[in-house]
Nanobody
Framework: VQLVESGGGSVQAGGSLRLSCTVS????????SGWFRQGADKGLEGVAF??????TRYADDVKGRFTISRDTDKITSLQMDDLKSDDSSMYYC??????????????????????WGQGTRVDVSS
């Protein structure tokens, strides 16, 4: 399974960016896809997740600002609006096969996902 990320970049606070992640293949009825991020001097944080039924999960600090969607059966997008300087991070797409969002831990963690993208940088200037 290969993940290819696109999007990211630099934007001023209050602006928007869109990240996309394409999975090369999947072999289960459902898979979870989503994004983690890691800022400078910060640990890896789960941001937003979606499964093949369309169920979603968001970190509290992005609710109402970020929207995750499954655009096609292989493409997951993260629309990020009203960006803040605290959103500046490396964003990593992650995929787990045979997964439903309802089965993820309340605080989604790295070991729950086996497939990872290379990361894309988001910089928000204030």
């Amino acid at each position: 399974v290969q993940l290819v990320e696109s999007g990211g970049g630099s934007v001023q606070a209050g602006g928007s960016l869109r990240l996309s992640c394409t999975v090369s293949e999947y072999s289960y009825a459902s898979y979870c896809s989503g994004w983690f991020r890691q800022g400078a001097d910060k640990g890896l944080e789960g941001v937003a997740f979606i499964d093949s039924d369309g169920s979603t999960r968001y970190a509290d600090d992005v609710k109402g600002r970020f929207t995750i969607s499954r655009d096609t059966d292989k493409i997951t997008s993260l629309q990020m609006d009203d960006l803040k300087s605290d959103d500046s991070s490396m964003y990593y797409c992650a995929v787990e096969m045979g997964c439903w969002v309802e089965h993820l831990h309340e605080e989604v963690s790295k070991p729950e996902f086996n497939h990872w993208g290379q990361g894309t940088r988001v910089d928000v200037s204030s």
